[in-house]
């Protein structure tokens, strides 16, 4: 069975600073897509930021990259300068079939 | 920009009782979802939905969920006797043709059974 894991619980980091959230998965397929997903205190589950695995450059959108290492299996999110706003649980997640397969989340806290 | 939407917000029910949920995908999208997420845990695949029927349930999806298409636009899940252990959020989501599509989410339904 593929499984997602996301080893930190919760995360903390000053406003304007960085912070690297950890995923790892394992697979056996060789072509497939991997996600991260930002959940505000609302819970509505918002697409930040998706790697295809066949792709060697990690993907960046604005202050969000990856770093996608295929061989570990090892798919992290870096959140440059930091905001309040980013504040949320942090879902790590892979296709699988038809299904999306999720970690555990990860709890950010941003403090001033 | 296109959207999921899904409704209710919040339905509460009584156990034992019939709850359907709704979801109206995004409109060229072709692969329907329902995820669950109990309160502090991770989501849940329950169900894909792809040419008017399911191409892929998980164990979470037993004889007492169903989906439906009842129209061009609607997408529903049905609870048919509700569970206490039922109570959860529930995600609607969708995607366009490609297995490279992302899946977009809606807001999600909190449902609580009494």
């Known amino acids: 069975a593929q499984t997602v894991t996301q080893s930190q619980p919760e995360m903390s980091v000053q406003e304007a600073e960085t912070v690297t959230l950890s995923c790892t998965y394992d697979?056996?397929?060789?072509?497939?897509?991997l996600f991260w997903y930002k959940q505000p205190p609302s819970r509505q589950m918002i697409l930040v930021i998706r790697?295809?695995?066949?792709?060697?450059q990690n993907a960046t959108e604005n202050r969000f990259s990856v770093n996608f290492q295929k061989a570990a299996k090892s798919f992290s999110l870096k959140i440059s300068d930091s905001q309040l706003g980013d504040a949320a649980m942090y879902f790590c997640?892979?296709?699988?079939?038809?299904?999306?397969?999720f970690g555990k989340g990860t709890s950010l806290l941003v403090t001033p | 920009e296109p959207e999921v939407t899904q409704t209710p917000s919040h339905q509460v029910t009584q156990m034992g009782q019939e709850v359907i949920l709704r979801c109206v995908p995004i409109?060229?999208?072709?692969?329907f979802y329902w995820y669950r997420q109990i309160l502090g845990q991770k989501v849940e695949f329950l169900v894909s939905?792809?040419?008017?029927?399911?191409?892929?349930k998980s164990e979470i999806f037993d004889d007492q969920f169903s989906v439906e298409r009842p129209d061009g636009s609607n997408f529903t899940l049905k609870i048919r006797s509700t569970k206490l252990e039922d109570s959860a959020m529930y995600f609607c989501?969708?995607?366009?043709?490609?297995?490279?599509?992302?899946?977009?989410f809606g807001p999600g339904t909190r449902l609580l059974v009494l």
């Open positions: 939905f792809y040419n008017n029927e399911i191409s892929e």
């Open positions: 790697q295809e695995a066949y792709k060697q």
């Open positions: 989501a969708s995607r366009g043709v490609g297995i490279q599509e992302t899946q977009y």
């Open positions: 409109s060229n999208h072709l692969y």
């Open positions: 997640a892979q296709n699988s079939g038809y299904a999306l397969n």
């Open positions: 697979t056996s397929e060789s072509d497939y897509y």
